[in-house]
């Protein structure tokens, strides 16, 4: 029993490393496709072609040529844009060392004004930003309980 327990973290630890694979996030602007506002249910059968996973790697070295010690992530942003709040799914690059849920540095127009940006490292993570707090307290409890 006590090998069982001791291969439970490990597991869990290899269930969420995913070192080396593009991560998918999802793309689209409330704008453009006012089914990505909140809450954004891609899932949907009757809204899922709507939309899309896009690969975050593929396009890095194209666009972004100079971020070399880079690592792709999710976005999800919430703006005002004349008045209008637009809320914006997307990939977004990070320094390698950069483990916070914070937005790089972007430049607003002079009509913008972001009120909410976060990141996030894992595919489709940018649908919800509860989805991994909930993640986390649905695995706090587990650990506690196995490792009593």
């Known amino acids: 029993m006590a090998r069982l327990i001791a291969l439970v973290p490990v ?12 991560v998918r996030c999802w793309t689209c602007s409330s704008d453009l496709n006012p089914l990505c506002n909140d809450p954004f249910t891609p899932a949907q059968a009757e809204n899922s072609y709507l939309f899309r996973l896009e690969n975050c790697d593929a396009t890095t070295g194209a666009s972004y040529p100079y971020l070399t010690s880079s690592k792709s992530t ?3 942003q919430k703006k005002f844009i004349n ?13 390698q060392d950069d483990y ?7 430049s607003n127009g002079p ?4 009120s909410f940006c976060e990141t996030c490292e894992y595919d489709g993570c940018n649908s919800a930003s ?3 707090k909930t993640l986390a307290l649905l695995i706090a409890p587990l650990g506690v309980l196995l490792f009593k």
């Open 11 to 22: 597991f869990l630890l290899a269930l969420f490393i995913r070192e080396g694979e593009p």
């Open 74 to 76: 999710c976005k999800k």
């Open 83 to 95: 008045g209008q709040l637009v809320i914006s799914r997307g990939c977004t690059w990070k320094r």
């Open 100 to 106: 916070t849920t914070q937005c790089p540095n972007t």
């Open 111 to 114: 009509h913008e004004v972001t």
């Open 130 to 132: 509860a989805i991994g």
